[in-house]
């Protein structure tokens, strides 16, 4: 259904209907011009051939320095997403199972499901404001367990896991064998602190990439932080698939890690007014939701709301938003991406509340 609306919004556009679109986690902002500036300089001295498939060696060492590791730990891929895929196909056998807080992001399920693999869901609710409760994860372990997906900041909810919840989970694959993946695309910008799965030790993965941070969504440019054993597995496989991230892109990101903290801070600081700006409207509805952790998203809940009906309904009146069914079992909720400019938040979300049955 997620992409079902985002066909469907982009049918529209092409009719000439204006789509406010809080579909898709794109936000509207350019990439920092010294990126492109970086892009381009560098496919002029020819950096357009084959790259390694480990990544280029200058943005490795980089970003090992980030996150405490050797560059021989690094991977770049292309995009978060095969990071994702990747750690599951060569760490994952059919009939095994992983375990997934819930409400999740819809590619975790997809990759498992296509491996043969059977997702375990801990849901958890608005009502506890999200918290991810490790007791009832380890309920959902058994001996064919292998991995624990996190996401945190989270999307759909934008919540960040907090410090005690991050450690106990942690101990519990610690003692159960099993290896924990973090997803870390949207840490860098979270508005509060946010535990990375690094600051418990290097022996799980790490995922993250320049998508979000660097509003790079299209550049398609990702990362993994894994053991050297399992990295060296992962090059392989770049090697027979997707060959490399190409070198003019990743030169791109090498620019923008120089100014990582400025380009995070703007980002954030942008978002914190559009979050307000939808505080201020939804406010006044009768939505129920939790201030966001960290951009780009709401996730609101109407009782009684069939979310995929409301959200092909509200295409109508030209507003795109995301089913609530698209990460996981919320049909009463759907999510709101901020990803345009306040005054079209205001529009969008007003015309949003109008149509609330």
Request: glycine share 6%; with cysteine.
């Amino acid at each position: 259904m997620l992409y079902e609306i985002s066909e469907k919004a982009i049918q529209l556009q092409n009719q000439g209907k204006e789509i406010i679109k809080f579909n898709l986690g794109d936000p509207d902002l350019p990439t920092p011009p010294a990126i492109v500036e970086a892009a381009y300089e560098a496919m002029k001295q020819g950096k357009t051939k084959y790259s390694s498939a480990a990544g280029e060696k200058a943005l490795r060492e980089e970003l090992a320095v980030i996150h405490g590791v050797s560059a021989d730990n690094v991977v770049v891929t292309t995009g978060s997403k095969w990071a994702v895929f990747s750690s599951l196909f060569l760490l994952l056998k059919r009939g095994e199972n992983v375990v997934v807080p819930s409400p999740h992001w819809t590619s975790y399920e997809l990759a498992a499901k296509k491996l043969g693999v059977e997702t375990r869901f801990l849901k958890s609710d608005l009502g506890s404001n999200w918290k991810v409760d490790p007791e009832k994860l380890e309920a959902l372990i058994d001996d064919n367990t292998r991995l624990i997906i996190l996401n945190s900041p989270n999307n759909p909810t934008s919540k960040v896991i907090d410090s005690k919840t991050f450690a106990e989970i942690v101990q519990i694959a610690q003692s159960k064998g099993v290896t924990v993946l973090s997803d870390e695309v949207y840490s860098d910008i979270s508005f509060v602190k946010a535990d990375s799965i690094l600051d418990y030790g290097k022996s799980n993965i790490l995922v993250s990439g320049f998508s979000k941070a660097f509003l790079m969504t299209g550049w398609r440019i990702g990362y993994v932080v894994v053991e050297k054993e399992l990295a060296k597995r992962m090059i392989k496989l770049n090697q027979i698939t997707t060959t490399c991230v190409p070198a003019f892109i990743q030169y791109g990101a090498l620019k923008g890690l120089e100014t990582r903290k400025q380009i995070a801070d703007d980002i954030r600081r942008t978002f914190k007014l559009r979050a307000d700006a939808a505080y201020s409207v939804l406010s006044k509805s009768k939505m129920q939701f939790s201030r966001p952790d960290a951009p780009f998203y709401l996730f609101p809940k109407v009782d009684g709301l069939d979310s995929e009906r409301f959200a092909l309904d509200l295409l109508d009146r030209g507003v795109a938003v995301a089913p609530g069914t698209a990460f996981g079992d919320y049909r009463e909720y759907f999510r709101i991406a901020l990803t345009v400019g306040e005054d079209k938040i205001k529009e969008g979300l007003e015309k949003l509340c109008e149509a609330l049955p």
